[in-house]
């Protein structure tokens, strides 16, 4: 009778083990399933910040002309009449010091996001993503409530600086917080490449909807509108990651600082390629327009619709771009060559257009080198510092905004000074040949994209246990795929022998494992 007694109690034992296992792995699942939910949701919001901050940037062009009427003590055409059209995307003529003026207003967002980008890094490796995010959108709502009021030049002034705060945070951290939830490839690519389209759509769809809301319902509505997207997104993103809840910053490691991912070379042959394949789009916008009039008298919707048709081959290049990473991952230092390749080639040309027609094709093909180059290296600054570096991505994306805001800062101060200094034409021949002369210098990476990395310090809590049944079974299973990937026989030592860690000067408690194909 013990002895069955014993037996029932063993069998109920295994069956209440049975239905724990059971149990927890239902857990698992539903908490896997949330997590690629979440991040599927946090992609959007990233999208939809990425988007309005590059719709503000470009909303206020029809509208300028209004500002320069009242400054010049005119007045403004408020029902919507008028010979201009405010349905196209050309920066204003201006005269004298207006000149300079309007030429500050469009460079001061990117000149305070190029200096505030090495404190807000610094602030995300620190903080985590949704944070500085949640900040960015905050201070984005504000600048663009505050275009709406805007009376005068000093408002105007103030509320285009403040959009570059909140860029400085909502974009380098929205970006980041895209590296950091898609780990793997192809999806890092993909998700990166969403990102970038609704950029390049922000930037082409702005002037035409600020202009026709601001002909048929008046300046304020097209920043109001913009303002109450801003007000949702960040409704959702507070919704979705709650600023209480630490658990995820409790488990980042310390980033690399800012000053040392600058030092490493293969990082600053990134971002040498971002700033200078983005100079002939900054230096194009502010002065094509008056050379398309002067050169080939050129109509208003003309000048306007330009850049319109370069959407489509940068959404192109975005998608072929992806589709190559993922069938050739070890080629991206190839994609983003070709694309400045590309790039220096359409430079030369469109100084030889000689009306509408001409001239789109070269700005496609601009615009559709930026799209490869960018696609292809913005992961590629995830991708090195995984490698090389630990993997938190603050301060890496800070150092890709600091490269976009260099050439966006320069563009509308410096463009029109060399055109009238120097001609049109040597400025753009200047342009493509920076670009033909920098492809090459992206051999350099050539080594580096053919490495694999192995499971980063992010992937691993190395100081304490992990908090929660999602943290350790995601513990597990990633220390289960290490085992498996990693050949036989390899060592750490060979590892660390192939590859030359001192060209970083990082330690070596810095850096994850590294594997190669």
């Known amino acids: 009778m013990a002895g069955a007694g014993d037996a029932g109690r063993a069998r109920a034992a295994v069956a209440r083990l049975s239905d724990a296992v059971g149990e927890r792995r239902r857990r698992l699942g539903t908490a896997m399933q949330d997590a690629r939910r979440q991040r599927r949701l946090l992609l959007v919001i990233v999208c939809v910040a990425l988007l309005l901050d590059n719709m503000l940037y470009m909303v206020i062009v029809p509208i300028i002309p209004e500002y320069l009427a009242a400054m010049r003590g005119g007045r403004g055409n408020e029902s919507g009449g008028g010979n201009r059209s405010r349905l196209v995307a050309r920066y204003p003529a201006a005269a004298g010091n207006e000149d300079v003026q309007i030429g500050v207003l469009f460079a001061s967002k990117a000149i305070l996001q190029l200096l505030v980008n090495p404190l807000s890094g ?32 000093a408002t105007l002034f103030a509320a285009r600086s403040l959009q570059g705060l909140g860029s400085a945070f909502a974009d380098t951290a929205g970006i980041a917080m895209i590296a950091d939830r898609y780990a793997e490839e192809p999806a890092r690519s993909r998700a990166l490449g969403t990102a970038l389209a609704f950029i390049s759509f922000g930037s082409l769809a702005a002037p035409p909807f600020s202009g026709f809301l601001y002909e048929f319902a008046g300046k304020q509505v097209p920043f109001l509108v913009l303002a109450c997207v801003c007000l949702l997104d960040g409704l959702l993103l507070l919704a979705l990651v709650p600023p209480c809840a630490g658990g995820a910053r409790a488990n980042m490691p310390v980033g690399t600082p800012i000053h040392r991912l600058m030092a490493d070379p293969y990082i600053a042959v990134v971002a040498g390629a971002l700033t ?27 000048m306007g619709l330009a850049w319109l048709p370069a959407f489509f081959p940068h959404v192109l290049g975005v998608y072929v771009t992806v589709r190559l990473a993922a069938k050739y991952p070890h080629l991206q230092w190839f994609y983003g060559a070709l694309g400045m390749a590309i790039i220096g080639a359409s430079s030369c040309v469109v100084p030889a257009c000689r009306n509408f027609g001409q001239v789109t094709v070269p700005l496609c093909g601009i615009c559709f080198g930026i799209a490869l180059v960018d696609t292809a290296l913005l992961p590629t600054l995830a991708f090195l510092v995984d490698v090389r570096h630990v993997s938190v991505y603050g301060s890496i994306y800070a150092i890709a905004d600091i490269s976009y805001s260099v050439a ?11 055109v009238h200094t120097m001609g049109f034409v040597q400025l753009n021949l200047g342009m493509g040949l920076a670009n033909v002369l920098y492809a090459p210098v992206l051999l350099s990476l050539k ?60 330690s070596e408690e810095d850096c994850s494992d590294y594997e190669y194909s």
Not at 126 to 135: E, H, K, N, S, T
Not at 282 to 300: D, R, V
Request: with cysteine; hydrophobic share 40%; glycine share 8%.
């Open 408 to 418: 966006y800062a320069l563009g509308p101060i410096v463009a029109g000074q060399i």
């Open 122 to 153: 610094t602030f995300i490796d620190r903080v985590g993503y949704d944070v500085p995010l949640l900040i960015g959108l905050a201070v984005m709502f504000v600048s663009t409530a505050t275009f709406a009021f805007a009376e005068n030049y």
């Open 447 to 506: 080594n580096v994209c053919q490495m694999k990395p192995s499971h980063s310090e992010r992937n691993i809590l190395l100081e304490e246990a992990p908090k929660g049944l999602y943290d350790t079974i995601k513990m597990e299973e990633r220390k289960g795929k290490g085992k498996s990937l990693r050949p036989a026989g390899e060592t750490e030592e060979n590892n660390m022998d192939f590859y030359h860690r001192d060209l970083t000067g990082a």
């Open 276 to 302: 200078t394949c983005n100079i002939p789009l900054a230096f194009l916008e502010p002065t094509i327009a008056n050379w398309m009039k002067e050169s080939m008298g050129a109509s208003e919707w003309e």
